[in-house]
């Protein structure tokens, strides 16, 4: 069975602070691909990364930074000095190798950036 | 300018009424997806399709139907067979809807969402 868990439900930071998000996945399978996506007030998901299980390299872009330890099931999403556009609900989302599309997403968290 | 377009965006049906929420993409992509998203949760797939006149079933089908009569279009039609239909309902294109074991590409890309009250 696949699983996404994303224990903080709701995350307030000031501006200018680092905040991580936290997501834990389960699958049996070995290959699988993890996806993070952004939901603003708007609505609209916005696609963020997309990370294979076979490549444990982590990521940089901007401000935005993604640790994936397969070692602990974990795929963490980190804000550097973060900013009120950021403010968003936040999904982690799941997918095995094989698959056709059914994405498994967490119920996401909800950041709160205040000026 | 490319894209997955939505309409209306906002929708309000009586009790006992069928309603089609309609969905176009741009992108030339293959797979196309709908998902519902209820306060607080995650977002649940309801059908998706992978090429034109054929679409999948996805894990809270009941109560839907879909049709793919066109590679840009996927209409879902919430019927009065769906107890609690007031959600809100996002729509998703990828270039091919398949997750190889060797190294995928594909991505979804969503559109912006129909929020749908049952009055």
């Known amino acids: 069975a696949q699983k996404v868990t994303q224990a903080q439900t709701e995350i307030s930071v000031v501006e200018k602070e680092d905040v991580t998000l936290d997501c834990v996945y389960e699958?049996?399978?070995?290959?699988?691909?993890l996806f993070w996506y952004k939901q603003p007030p708007s609505g609209e998901l916005v696609f963020l990364i997309r990370r294979n299980s076979f490549d444990e390299q982590n990521e940089i872009s901007g401000r935005y930074s993604w640790n994936f330890q397969k070692s602990t099931s974990s795929f963490n999403f980190t804000i550097t000095a973060s900013q009120v556009v950021d403010s968003a609900v936040y999904f982690c989302?799941?997918?095995?190798?094989?698959?056709?599309?059914?994405?498994?997403f967490g119920k996401g968290t909800k950041l709160s950036v205040k000026p | 300018d490319g894209g997955i377009t939505q309409s209306p965006k906002y929708l309000f049906r009586k009790e006992g009424q069928n309603v089609t929420l309609s969905c176009e993409q741009n992108l030339n992509h293959d797979a196309m997806y709908w998902y519902r998203q209820d306060p607080g949760q995650g977002l649940r797939l309801i059908y998706y399709s992978q090429i034109v006149n054929d679409f999948q079933k996805g894990d809270i089908a009941e109560g839907y139907s879909v049709s793919r009569e066109k590679k840009e279009s996927f209409p879902l039609t919430v019927t009065s067979a769906q107890k609690n239909p007031t959600a809100f309902y996002l729509c998703?294109?990828?270039?091919?809807?398949?997750?190889?074991?060797?190294?995928?590409?594909?991505?979804?890309?969503f559109g912006p969402g129909t929020r749908l009250t049952v009055l």
């Open positions: 699958t049996r399978d070995t290959t699988y691909y």
């Open positions: 998703a294109s990828s270039i091919r809807g398949w997750y190889g074991l060797a190294g995928s590409t594909d991505t979804q890309y």
């Open positions: 989302a799941l997918i095995n190798g094989g698959s056709q599309g059914n994405l498994i």
